[in-house]
């Protein structure tokens, strides 16, 4: 069991998806009506990835305007409070955000307000990751990215690329990610959430500097060293994991082997909300599940401020919150 001393500690989170972490509360004051637990949250039978990212719908019809995208932006980071996060890296898709006419500059600035006024009153630290989505058209994936570009070190840290990676595996986005590099933008990618070592070959291949999930490098001890050897940071999230099926309730999580082999590892949320989560249940996840010491949950949270994509300065910040 972990001292409550412990889980009382800073904390970081790099893999969070603020459309799925959004607060009941400020949901149901944007939709005007109750928006109830079970609506937004993933039931333990969840079938697969594209089952659990249907949940996403009504959260994404709650940032749809301004004012919404500054509320949920607000609101998501002062929730973070109460798991003592110090540092968050929050993704969301700019996409989803313009089905009622909004500019990808309204939609940026509208956020980075919201978080910017929340970290004021909270002394959290944010940066925010724009994520590609898989199922757009190429030209609509680089428009975005062009567009936010103007905010890539004022807030904006680096892209992803999200969605069902079994339907549209990442050998489909080369030419993205080199129309990424021409943009001198950062960039994790998903990959090896859907049991595909491919799709992690392919990340590393395209230069990700850290990649979502990677559990499909479980007892491949080769991708594990190549990842390893490039200092890619893996960032991965227990309970998410379980859900969306990318792990069977009795397999093992395999945080400790990828350690072990010099991976640098990381514990997330991905979808606070959607998997009812936060960073202390997942470190307590862990532990009960595969007996994760403190000492070994101490280290992921360091390996996170090492591949954070944030300046020396703010890392300096974070790490004497952790000490």
């Given amino acids: 069991m972990l001292e409550k001393e412990f889980l009382n500690r800073s904390k970081i989170d790099l893999h969070c998806h603020l459309d799925g972490s959004l607060v009941l509360k400020s949901m149901s004051e944007i939709m005007g009506r109750e928006v109830r637990e079970e609506e937004i949250q993933v039931s333990d039978n969840c079938t697969s990835l594209a089952e659990y ?5 009504l959260p994404i019809s709650c940032i749809q305007t301004e004012a919404g995208l500054k509320k949920s932006a607000k609101d998501f980071l002062m929730e973070l409070q109460k798991d003592n996060i110090k ?5 969301f898709a ?8 909004l500019s990808y500059k ?8 919201g978080f910017k006024e929340a970290s004021e009153e909270t002394g959290i630290l944010f940066q925010v990751i724009a994520c590609n989505m ?6 609509t994936n680089i428009r975005m990215m062009k567009e936010c570009r103007e905010f890539l070190g004022e807030g904006l840290c680096a892209i992803d690329l999200a969605g069902d990676e079994k339907s549209m ?8 990610f080199a129309e990424a590099k021409k943009l001198d933008y950062p960039y994790t990618i998903h990959a090896g959430e859907c049991g595909s070592v ?3 070959l392919d990340a590393v291949e395209m230069g990700a500097k850290r990649i979502g999930h990677g559990i499909a490098m479980m007892g491949n001890a080769e991708v594990q060293k190549l990842v390893a050897s490039k200092r890619i940071g893996v960032e991965m999230c227990p309970i998410s994991n379980y859900q969306t099926k990318a792990l069977q309730p009795e397999q093992v999580y395999p945080i400790r082997d990828f350690a072990k082999m010099g991976v640098l590892t990381t514990i997330n949320t991905d979808n606070r909300t959607v998997s009812n989560t936060c960073i202390t249940k997942e470190m307590e996840f862990l532990n009960k599940k595969i007996g994760i010491s403190e000492d070994e949950l101490y280290q992921y949270q360091m390996n996170a401020v090492d591949v954070a994509f944030c300046d020396d300065a703010m890392k300096h910040e974070i790490w004497k919150s952790l000490k």
């Fill in 53 to 57: 990212l249907q949940k996403f719908d």
């Fill in 87 to 91: 540092y968050v890296e929050a993704r």
């Fill in 94 to 101: 700019p996409f989803f955000s313009c089905g009622e006419g």
């Fill in 106 to 113: 309204q939609i940026m600035e509208s956020v980075l307000d």
């Fill in 134 to 139: 898989r199922h757009l058209d190429e030209e």
């Fill in 169 to 176: 595996p990442n050998a489909m986005f080369g030419n993205l």
């Fill in 198 to 200: 491919q799709s992690i």
